[in-house]
């Protein structure tokens, strides 16, 4: 069924333009509250607490007000973190046992984006059965929902939120475990960690020089970050860095530069963590979880190592719900977002850094020679803009045009066509062995679907 307002990331779009209004943000509160409590009638369990962090977007002051006032307004007791990363929510939600965790953030997205992600009780993101109920909500005359003055709840301010989290991050490595010798350049996205990273480096003992710190607003991953990594790949040269690491805004992704100044992608990354985990004894299910995005060179290495390769759609809550079902504990995205079941229960990037610099630190190698296990295919990446809210994948001649495409690959590589889930895109990727001939078919195949949305 189609949904009006969720996506598969939240709801998302442009700022103080619907559906990313203070408006909405005030439905959806009132709306999830609703929902709950609706919950509470059946089970007699009690569903009065919600938490609201978000990023340093300029709009997040708008949103994370009115869902507040929704909350409150509904009988629920809010807690206000103030800028913190995606997945401190999500551990915050569980550790303060509060019933609706809620993150306001467009991720990797420009300034001018945010969204409204919503987390269970548990941690992970919410079920599609909850959100279509709180959509059939948010159209309710929701004033006929309210109830009497004397249930109104409270919001309090959590000080101490980054100070939790960064105690959570450092349980994940061995205890007396330090990163003590490394020379590491973190670049925060000027985003939600643009506090706790460098903090927690330091804690651990790293020599730390941070970029992408100085958040005003409007600079959420502008030029810096995972989604941009220049000024992270040269200044790890111009320091003499060990390493460098990357987060978007949200900071629930890794992108990791070695020392050369090279990038490290997240398929790269899940291969190490893979190894590590299956050499330590502890990869469940001898394979990992990916989405349709990922390199053949990962699976291919993988099949080398004895290990499987499970794809999914591409989407965090695919890789998490395909990782629950099969009972693995390693599952990412090619753009960085890694999900580490047995420490969290959703993407982390400074988690997954972790990870990453205690193998480098222990190994006694350069991350060059650590980070890079496998020769990846070639693989083009090409977006179209639509418009209009046109849908050129049904054309009759942009079918075609993917038939011939796919005849044209053969075996000698993969053929990937989707709808963006977060942005009016159409993504083209072409992988395969001849990078001049997936080169030929993504550009060929764009004009086409871009010719049909016009």
């Known amino acids: 069924m189609t949904r009006k307002y969720f996506g598969t990331d939240g709801i998302r779009g442009t700022a103080n333009t619907p559906p990313m209004t203070a408006d909405m943000a005030l439905k959806v509160a009132m709306a999830t509250a609703y929902v709950l409590r609706q919950s509470e009638a059946k089970t007699g369990v009690p569903m009065d607490r919600a938490i609201i962090g978000k990023d340093t977007r300029l709009s997040g002051y708008m949103l994370e007000q009115a869902m507040a006032a929704g909350f409150v ?29 809620v993150m306001i953030s467009a991720s990797h997205n420009p300034y001018q984006d945010n969204g409204i992600k919503l987390f269970s009780a548990d941690g992970t993101k919410l079920p599609d059965a909850l959100e279509t109920e709180i959509e059939a909500a948010i159209d309710m005359d929701q004033n006929a929902l309210l109830p009497s003055p004397d249930t109104l709840g409270k919001a309090s301010r959590l000080d101490d939120a980054p100070g939790r ?34 903090q927690l480096l330091w804690e651990l003992e790293a020599e730390v020089i941070t970029i992408g710190n100085t958040p005003n ?23 003499k860095a060990d390493i460098g690491i990357a987060l978007d805004g949200d900071a629930d ?41 990922s390199n053949l060179g990962l699976e291919k290495y993988l099949e080398k190592q004895g290990l499987k390769l499970i794809r999914t759609p591409v989407g965090d809550r695919y890789v998490v719900e395909a990782m629950r079902d099969g009972g693995y504990n390693i599952g990412g995205e090619q753009s960085g977002h890694m999900i580490l079941s047995d420490f969290s ?40 803009k639509i418009t209009n809210g046109h849908t050129p994948l049904d054309d009759a001649g942009v079918k075609k045009a993917i038939t011939d495409a796919e005849k ?30 997936i080169q030929n078919i993504v550009s060929d195949l764009c004009a086409v679907i871009e010719k049909a949305s016009a």
Do not use: W
């Not at 988690?351 to 006694?364: D, E, F, H």
């Open 408 to 437: 044209k690959l053969a075996n000698d590589g993969r053929l990937l066509i989707r709808p963006s889930g977060t942005e009016p895109l159409i993504r083209v990727m072409a992988e395969g062995q001849d990078q001049k001939k």
């Open 217 to 239: 607003g409007r600079n959420i991953n502008q030029e810096c970050g995972a989604t941009d990594t220049k000024a992270l790949q040269e200044r790890v040269v111009a320091e």
């Open 253 to 293: 992704r890794l992108i990791v530069v070695d020392e050369t100044g090279a990038r490290v992608d997240g398929d790269q990354i899940m291969a190490l963590l893979a190894t590590a985990k299956k050499e330590q004894g502890f990869l469940q299910g001898e394979a990992i979880v990916a989405t349709v995005m």
């Open 345 to 384: 229960s959703t993407g982390d990037g400074l988690l997954t850094a972790l990870q990453v610099l205690s193998i480098v630190s222990k190994s006694g190698q350069k991350a060059s020679e650590v980070c890079h296990l496998f020769d990846p295919y070639p693989q083009i990446l090409q977006n179209v």
């Open 73 to 101: 307004a509904m009988g629920m007791d809010v807690i206000l973190t103030g800028p913190i990363p995606t997945p401190a929510v999500a551990m915050l939600t569980r550790s303060l046992r509060a019933d609706v965790g």
């Open 165 to 198: 989290y960064i105690e959570f991050l450092k349980r994940s490595l061995p205890r007396g475990e330090t990163l003590g010798g490394l020379k590491i350049v973190v670049d925060c996205a000027h985003g939600a960690a643009y506090k706790v990273a460098p």
